[in-house]
Nanobody, 115 residues
Framework: QVQLVESGGGLVQPGGSLRLSCAASGGIDSIIGMGWYRQAPGKQRELVAVISSDGTTTYADSVKGRCTISRDNAKNTVYLRMNSLKVEDTAVYYC?????????WGQGTQVTVSS
């Protein structure tokens, strides 16, 4: 079992920045990749960014160039740095840990971009 603890969400003005953190614990040796997803009200949950065990990263077109996913292996933590935030970035952001034929979700952290 993998436990994911997220932090870093909050209210930010358009053009501002946030760094989301996701700390993994438990059966971390089983994790083959981690990522961030988001879901806005009335919309389907969508991929934001993922990082695989070999360090390969993938970004959604909507955030490419504005977001950076990274990891700290010593802390078992994955980060999502978001710059130049837009109102349309407002959503609940979920951390996800992929294991073989399964996955675990964090509780979600609210990101609100508003003046």
């Amino acid at each position: 079992q993998v436990q994911l603890v997220e932090s870093g969400g909050g209210l930010v003005q358009p053009g501002g920045s946030l760094r989301l953190s996701c700390a993994a614990s438990g059966g971390i040796d089983s994790i083959i990749g981690m990522g961030w997803y988001r879901q806005a009200p009335g919309k389907q949950r969508e991929l934001v960014a993922v990082i695989s065990s070999d360090g390969t990263t993938t970004y959604a077109d909507s955030v490419k160039g504005r977001c950076t996913i990274s990891r700290d292996n010593a802390k078992n933590t994955v980060y999502l740095r978001m710059n130049s935030l837009k109102v349309e970035d407002t959503a609940v952001y979920y951390c996800h840990a992929a294991v073989y034929e399964y996955g675990y979700w964090g509780q979600g952290t609210q990101v609100t971009v508003s003046s």
